[in-house]
């Protein structure tokens, strides 16, 4: 395994730091270039979730992807788009060092939770809305992630909003156009990209209304969707392990069903 860091946005604390796979397999069926996984974790954009970092990141490790942990901007440094912008440039800058990194430039996925799944989907939303080209370059779309995951994700500013998160990244208070502009599912349009959700029914801190708007907004406008909604469990179950002190057996297959949709979605055996 080869370890990288770099920083995605000069002037920024963000940090994106990367797992990555030598090259595997005999000369006849070597595998030179890998799927890549950029991990957001959650905090609603006031706090780094560390169990929804590296123990996600290592998990799509084991299972024959690049993984990547972008640590992102939060508190008063979540506005002006910036944790958007550290995400697009994480995405840019993975393409363009793809061969270096062993990365297939067609095969990135965003993966985020709770907060970081607003992030993540932000950007599988925005990657080309007009009004954040307005403060970001996108060098011509080589920011666009080829799929993203959401867990229990922050989606909608609606009354089923998570409104501590929507204030630290939009910078305004509920109702007004700045917090309004970040409810997604009004977001998605033909150009978003294929997406995995998972929720549980019982969430009491991001309702799983979310999910369920998201998942018909990316129906709406015919983007691949697949949606798994667990009966119960609290929030930030991650990957549902004894590990990090979220064990929940039954849960804790979205990450196999996760591993399938990607084999699918990007036709690549993991």
């Not at 397999?25 to 595998?31: E, I, L, V």
């Not at 929507?166 to 509920?174: E, F, I, T, W």
């Not at 979310?210 to 969707?225: E, Y």
Request: aromatic share 10%; proline share 7%.
């Amino acid at each position: 395994m080869e370890f990288v860091k770099f920083q995605p946005l000069p002037g920024s604390s963000a940090q994106v730091e990367g797992y990555l796979h030598l090259p595997s397999g005999d000369a006849q069926n070597r595998r030179e270039a890998f799927p890549a996984v950029v991990v957001c974790p959650g905090g609603g954009y006031e706090s780094i979730s560390a169990h929804e970092a590296d123990p996600v990141a290592l998990d799509f490790l084991a299972h024959g992807c690049q993984a990547f942990v972008l640590t992102y901007s939060i508190g008063e440094e979540a506005k002006d788009f910036r944790p958007l912008k550290e995400l697009s440039e994480t995405v840019r800058r993975i393409r363009e060092n793809a061969a270096q990194w062993r990365v297939d430039p067609e095969k990135i996925a965003v993966c985020g939770f709770s907060a970081g799944g607003h992030l993540a989907a932000s950007l599988g939303t925005l990657w080309n809305d007009p009004e954040f080209l307005k403060h970001y370059d996108s060098h011509g779309g080589q920011n666009r992630p080829n799929a993203m995951i959401l867990g229990y994700p922050v989606i909608t500013a609606d009354e089923f909003a998570h409104e501590g998160s929507l204030r630290h990244v939009s910078g305004c208070q509920p109702g007004e156009p700045g917090y309004r502009y970040f409810s997604l599912e009004q977001h998605v349009t033909k150009d978003t990209c294929p997406a995995f959700l998972w929720h549980t029914m019982d969430d009491d801190c991001v309702p799983v209304e979310n999910s369920f708007a998201m998942a018909a907004a990316l129906h709406r406008a015919g983007i691949p969707c697949e949606a798994h909604f667990f009966p119960t469990g609290i929030h930030g179950l991650s990957v549902c392990t004894q590990e990090i002190g979220m064990p929940h057996p039954h849960n804790a297959q979205w990450m196999d069903l996760c591993l399938r949709w990607l084999e699918a979605t990007f036709g690549y055996t993991l």
